[in-house]
């Protein structure tokens, strides 16, 4: 079965520092992956998506980006932490038709 | 451009009455349309989609949600609501050739005992 993992489930950081956050796959071939944000417990934000390794889409000019570098895995990096980055990270899968399924997610507190 | 319109930032029902949350979309083409719960400091758990087909769509929990294609909406249901059935409730559609999914703002029901 298929299934993702996402880590860490927590970070706090601060401002200026840099940031790494991984997200894995299992169970599946050349997935279509993506990295949301919410904020304030509210809407999901679609930072990047990537239909195949080394393919990165941008749907919002900021001050994060996204690699793919293998079929699988997907991390979101920063090289300087802003206070307004702070939110709830989420990672997610799809395959075809078949909807999204999500990481658990990461909690980020920039301080 | 596609859309997701959640009007109604909460909903308030007591346990076993029905239980509705309104969905309305915008999309290009045929659409693929989903229903997503949260949890606090949870990851989305999918509940349901529709695709093609019938246009009553059954999901876990025993929620259901109804295609309505000239009124573009896929109002999510449960005919008798649970305290657990608590949380924030996502509509998502995505078109037939689009990779991405574009997701409501959110509803956050409250079911009281």
């Known amino acids: 079965s298929q299934t993702i993992h996402q880590w860490p489930a927590t970070l706090v950081q601060p401002v200026g520092s840099p940031l790494s956050l991984e997200c894995t796959v299992e169970?599946?071939?050349?997935?279509?992956l993506y990295w949301y944000r919410q904020a304030a417990g509210r809407g999901l934000q679609l930072l990047f998506y990537?239909?195949?390794?080394?393919?990165i889409s941008s749907e919002v000019p900021q001050n994060l980006s996204a690699s793919r570098p293998q079929d699988r895995q997907f991390i979101l990096s920063s090289k300087k932490l802003l206070l307004s980055d702070s939110g709830f990270y989420l990672c997610?899968?799809?395959?075809?038709?078949?909807?999204?399924?999500f990481g658990s997610g990461t909690r980020l507190t920039v301080v | 451009a596609q859309s997701v319109a959640q009007p109604e930032d909460q909903v308030n029902v007591a346990e076993g009455n029905p239980l509705t949350v309104k969905c309305t979309y915008s999309?290009?083409?045929?659409?693929?349309l989903f229903w997503y719960v949260q949890y606090p400091n949870r990851g989305l758990q999918f509940l349901l989609k529709?695709?093609?087909?019938?246009?009553l769509v059954k999901g876990s929990y025993g929620f259901e949600a109804e295609f309505n294609k000239s009124q573009t909406s896929f109002h999510l249901k449960k005919p008798s609501a649970l305290v657990s059935d608590s949380a924030l409730y996502f509509c998502?559609?995505?078109?037939?050739?689009?990779?991405?999914?574009?997701f409501g703002a959110g509803t956050t029901v409250t079911v009281r005992a």
């Open positions: 997610a899968w799809s395959v075809s038709h078949y909807g999204y399924t």
């Open positions: 169970g599946t071939s050349n997935p279509n």
């Open positions: 990537s239909v195949g390794i080394g393919q």
């Open positions: 999309v290009s083409g045929n659409p693929y």
């Open positions: 529709y695709i093609t087909g019938d246009n």
């Open positions: 998502a559609v995505r078109g037939s050739n689009d990779y991405k999914l574009s």
